[in-house]
């Protein structure tokens, strides 16, 4: 989503566009100028002239005229030009006391409320939000955070100030914890928002290409140590694909039995304070580049009983078990560096189906969806992710 970077259109502006040369439809508050599709539309441009200048959320929720799919509505976003202040969210304006939270469009969090505590709120979106989340799309994870309002709203951690000490001082029971680090804010334009506050504060961030600098050496070497034990190329490769396909695996097993214990998880500051510079940073600011790569370090800690486990499931052969390390440790370098693409990327075909199952674990259902590089064990373990409904009714 734009954000507060698009025009506030005049009501009398959009209603005039209504012609072959210039046609604008809105949804809600949001205005599209979709006269470069008149002629791509399967139902012929004629039928959107019709409603030129007017509000289609209706017509395209209308399962007996017409049902559209989800790729119509993304085809329609992607025509946005604006937003329209209508006549309930002019009113509201008229009399607050803050117009400026409210227009130009869209509001603040804090004028959001002002118009929910006045009946307009229904004027904002066609879409529905996630009860959990508070989303209601993967656009909404990049719509920066009113800082101030945020805090006041939800009482829980103030990103003007360093994260940790709050999470761990906060006396947040394990429930009211988990429901607000799972609502993602976006921190100012997707910079790291303060964790220490101190010298510390750079130990925190990792860049993404940290991980394959420093990891695909090691894996290079202890895959050519590894073939200098093994009798031939063939069985070198065949134990690191072995690694390679256990991998998958443990990666689907970390993010569901680690990173999302939260059912488990101890109601104690200890416990909720692990649990949030593990993984609940991430999903409480998911688009922050620099805290989304797992730090040389962490890694570490993690791989080093992976590899004592090699070694004691293929206790018969040393160079085995550290071919089959090898190729573990490759697949986790695919897993980090897909998992940043994924946030921060335009990729290609495969991997914009992957973007939207895994962002879609953010915004919409954070239970669910556990593969990032791929959805095969959430098929086997019932956990994958249903495309989001369409909300086609304002």
Same mark, same amino acid.
């Given at each position: 989503?734009?954000?507060?970077?698009? &025009?506030?259109?005049?009501?009398?502006?959009?209603?005039?566009?209504?012609?072959?040369?210039?046609?604008?439809?809105?949804?809600? =508050?949001?205005?599209?100028?979709?006269?470069? +599709?008149?002629?791509?539309? &399967?139902?012929?441009?004629?039928?959107?002239?019709?409603?030129?200048?007017?509000?289609?959320?209706?017509?395209?929720?209308?399962?007996?005229?017409?049902?559209?799919?989800?790729?119509?509505?993304?085809?329609?976003?992607?025509?946005?030009?604006?937003?329209?202040?209508?006549?309930?969210?002019?009113?509201?304006?008229?009399?607050?006391?803050? #117009?400026?939270?409210?227009?130009?469009?869209? #509001?603040?969090?804090?004028?959001?409320?002002?118009?929910?505590?006045?009946?307009?709120?229904?004027?904002?979106?066609?879409?529905?939000?996630?009860?959990?989340?508070?989303?209601?799309?993967?656009?909404?994870?990049?719509?920066?955070?009113?800082?101030?309002?945020?805090?006041?709203?939800?009482?829980?951690?103030?990103?003007?100030?360093?994260?940790?000490?709050?999470?761990?001082?906060?006396?947040?029971?394990?429930?009211?914890?988990?429901?607000? $680090?799972?609502?993602?804010?976006?921190? *100012?334009?997707?910079?790291?928002?303060?964790?220490?506050?101190?010298?510390?504060?750079?130990?925190? *961030?990792?860049?993404?290409?940290?991980?394959?600098?420093?990891?695909? #050496?090691? $894996?290079?070497?202890?895959? /050519?140590?590894?073939?200098?034990?093994?009798?031939?190329?063939?069985?070198?490769?065949?134990?690191?694909?072995?690694?390679?396909?256990?991998?998958?695996?443990?990666?689907?097993?970390?993010?569901?039995?680690?990173?999302?214990?939260?059912?488990?998880?101890?109601?104690?500051?200890?416990? =909720?304070?692990?649990?949030?510079?593990?993984?609940? =940073?991430?999903?409480?600011?998911?688009?922050?580049?620099?805290?989304?790569?797992?730090?040389?370090?962490? +890694?570490?800690?993690?791989?080093?009983?992976?590899?004592?486990?090699?070694?004691?499931?293929?206790?018969?052969?040393?160079?085995?078990?550290?071919?089959?390390?090898?190729?573990?440790? +490759?697949?986790?370098? /695919?897993?980090?560096?897909?998992?940043?693409?994924?946030?921060?990327?335009?990729?290609?075909?495969?991997?914009?189906?992957? *973007?939207?199952?895994?962002?879609?674990?953010?915004?919409?259902?954070?239970?669910?969806? +556990?593969?990032?590089?791929?959805?095969?064990?959430?098929?086997?373990?019932?956990?994958?992710?249903?495309?989001? *409904?369409?909300?086609?009714?304002?």
């Amino acid at each position: 989503m734009p954000g507060r970077t698009l &025009p506030t259109i005049l009501s009398t502006d959009v209603e005039s566009r209504s012609t072959k040369k210039s046609c604008y439809v809105t949804r809600g =508050i949001k205005v599209y100028d979709i006269t470069p +599709f008149l002629d791509d539309h &399967p139902g012929g441009g004629d039928l959107i002239l019709e409603y030129g200048g007017k509000d289609i959320s209706e017509i395209m929720g209308d399962e007996v005229s017409h049902s559209h799919s989800e790729s119509a509505y993304e085809i329609l976003d992607e025509h946005l030009i604006g937003f329209v202040a209508t006549e309930p969210i002019m009113k509201v304006v008229a009399e607050s006391q803050h #117009p400026d939270d409210i227009v130009p469009l869209p #509001p603040n969090s804090s004028g959001v409320q002002e118009l929910q505590a006045n009946g307009a709120a229904d004027e904002l979106s066609t879409k529905s939000s996630y009860a959990r989340t508070g989303m209601s799309s993967a656009e909404d994870l990049s719509v920066e955070t009113d800082l101030t309002s945020d805090y006041r709203t939800h009482k829980f951690l103030d990103l003007n100030r360093p994260l940790l000490m709050q999470v761990w001082n906060g006396g947040f029971s394990k429930d009211f914890y988990l429901e607000q $680090v799972h609502r993602p804010r976006h921190y *100012k334009g997707g910079e790291s928002a303060p964790l220490f506050g101190n010298f510390l504060e750079p130990l925190s *961030k990792t860049a993404w290409w940290v991980v394959p600098t420093v990891w695909l #050496p090691p $894996v290079a070497y202890g895959s /050519c140590l590894a073939s200098t034990g093994l009798p031939s190329l063939a069985v070198t490769v065949a134990y690191w694909l072995t690694g390679l396909a256990l991998w998958t695996l443990v990666e689907y097993g970390l993010h569901r039995g680690l990173f999302h214990i939260d059912r488990f998880l101890p109601d104690n500051r200890v416990a =909720i304070t692990g649990h949030f510079l593990l993984h609940g =940073i991430h999903h409480y600011l998911p688009m922050d580049k620099l805290r989304l790569v797992m730090p040389p370090t962490l +890694f570490l800690a993690l791989a080093t009983p992976f590899y004592k486990l090699a070694h004691t499931v293929f206790y018969y052969d040393w160079y085995a078990a550290t071919a089959v390390f090898c190729g573990g440790i +490759f697949g986790y370098i /695919c897993y980090d560096l897909t998992h940043y693409f994924l946030h921060h990327r335009t990729l290609p075909s495969y991997y914009r189906e992957l *973007k939207k199952y895994h962002l879609q674990h953010h915004f919409a259902d954070y239970e669910n969806g +556990f593969g990032v590089t791929s959805r095969f064990w959430d098929r086997v373990f019932g956990t994958e992710l249903q495309p989001p *409904k369409v909300v086609k009714t304002a």
